[in-house]
């Protein structure tokens, strides 16, 4: 990261993804060009790589999430399970892990039900063993990134 002022147009972006220039620029001291082009150079340097909307899943119809490791059944087969697995919605993320499993599935679903379903599609579509996490409440997560 180039400066300190960058580092705060990072911070004040993760917080608020939709802060206007001017936002910003009152919150760095920049003019609202001068920010502009921070943020271009952020962008295009790959640090900064997109802005999303932070979504309610309960209220789109997925209020049960779940954590599903993974482990191939077979440790000689392929290890392409992210592959085979992206196709299926309710995968959120997909992490690469340390330990006995190889992967960490984070996963939203409407019901216990869905998520039976969705655990069955994982082990016949990768061919893998699974051991799953329900979540019982979700203190905070989609935290604002600053830079170390």
Known sequence: MEDVVDQ???TAVSRDGRATLADLSAEVGLSVSAVQARLKRLET???ITGYRAVVDAAAIGRPL???IEITPL???QPDNAPELL???DAIEA???IAGEASYMLFARVASPRALEDLVRDI???ANVRTRTTVVL???YEHRPLAPA
């Open 45 to 47: 340097r790959g640090i």
């Open 123 to 125: 082990r016949l579509a």
């Open 74 to 76: 077979d440790p000689a």
């Open 65 to 67: 999430a779940a954590f």
């Open 94 to 96: 997909c992490h690469s």
């Open 8 to 10: 705060r147009i990072v």
């Open 86 to 88: 992206e196709q299926l």
């Open 137 to 139: 409440q979700t203190f």
